[in-house]
């Protein structure tokens, strides 16, 4: 099937060909991410629209409602399209007052992967991020070995199809190298929030994908003067143009744009279509010296 999401162009993610432009399945949960949506209609519509669209790429996890968000995915979704790639991640879990604790022990992901695969409806999961927690939104230093063997146990038994890592340091990702390939890695970057530019290169020159989560700014969507002046010459919109950019980062950058709301779905999927001139690049270069706004 062809689709304007062709022009962003695709990249092999583990060993399935994705379009660049994806879809991330957060914002289906209720609010704080945490127990249903006021609209489950409106969330199952959402992810349909998408995958009608030509989306073949779904970020999602367990814990985000908790299994809310995976059981509207199957309402929504299953049987799913062969060319359908659902990416799930572990490592937290979520407190009764909806905080995220981490869940990292072998039993806590080996249990994950089954929760996932129960409440996906799969038999085997085709990419699993290990998440890790640290400090929230921010990779640390640490060891990951022992979290990054038991996910390569599972891939060995066959539930796991490919491993990813998400909220990581460049020398993590070297270390999982050193135990089982690395499809992905998932971390916060935005045009407000650059601090992995030499890890998306070095992973470009890997042929790993580079997942950035909050692409839109996350929890508080990206303001910036700058932003909205280019968009506006552009006749497209600020969150088109975040987009727009991090699809003209790197040829290994994957997008998982998050919303609740069809409208948002739509607009976010055309940004496929925006070339950005060396100009806009330019201004928008400027911005992390800006007074910018993101979640
Ligand atoms: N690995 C991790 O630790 C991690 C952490 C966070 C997220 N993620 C993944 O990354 C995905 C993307 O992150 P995200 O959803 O948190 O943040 P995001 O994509 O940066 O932004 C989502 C926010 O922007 C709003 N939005 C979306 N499109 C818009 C538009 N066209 N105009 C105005 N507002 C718009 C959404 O509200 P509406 O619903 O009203 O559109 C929502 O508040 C998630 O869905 C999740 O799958 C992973």
């Known amino acids: 099937m062809t689709s304007a999401l062709d022009r962003a162009g695709t990249f092999t993610l583990g060993d399935r060909k994705v379009r660049r432009m994806g879809y991330g399945a957060m914002q289906l949960a209720g609010p704080g991410v945490f127990g249903p949506p006021k609209d489950p209609d409106q969330a199952r519509r959402v992810l349909r629209e998408a995958v009608a669209a030509g989306v073949n790429h779904i970020d999602t996890c367990d814990y985000y409602g908790p299994h809310v968000v995976n059981q509207i995915i199957r309402e929504a979704l299953a049987p799913y399209p062969d060319e359908l790639v659902l990416v799930t ?45 640290g400090k929230v939104h921010a990779p640390s230093e640490g060891p990951i070995e022992a979290e990054v063997e038991v996910l390569a ?25 050193k135990i089982a390939p690395i499809a ?19 992973l470009a020159e890997q042929g790993i994908a580079y997942v950035p989560f909050f692409p839109l700014g996350g929890f508080t969507p990206l303001q910036s003067e700058t932003l909205s002046r280019v968009a506006a010459s552009l006749n497209a919109t600020p969150m088109q143009v975040a987009l727009a950019w991090l699809l003209q980062r790197a040829p290994n950058i994957l997008l998982i744009p998050g919303t609740s709301s069809v409208a948002h779905l739509k607009e976010n999927l055309a940004a496929a279509e925006l070339v950005l001139p060396a100009e806009a690049l330019e201004r928008l270069a400027r911005i992390g010296t800006e007074a910018v706004t993101a979640g």
Not at 98 to 117: G, K, Q, T, Y
Not at 156 to 167: A, K, P, R, T, V
């Open 89 to 133: 991640k572990i490592g937290a879990r979520r407190g009764a007052d909806a905080s995220w604790l981490p869940a990292f022990s072998r039993e806590e992901l080996i249990s994950a992967v089954h929760d996932n695969l129960k409440h996906l409806g799969l038999e085997r999961l085709e990419v699993v991020n290990y998440r890790r927690m």
């Open 153 to 177: 146990e599972l891939r060995e038994q066959g539930l796991i199809g490919h491993i990813g890592l998400s909220n990581v340091t460049a020398a993590q990702v070297r270390a999982a190298r």
């Open 184 to 202: 992905c890695v998932q971390n916060q970057y935005n045009l407000a929030h650059r601090e992995d530019e030499a890890l998306i290169d070095e």
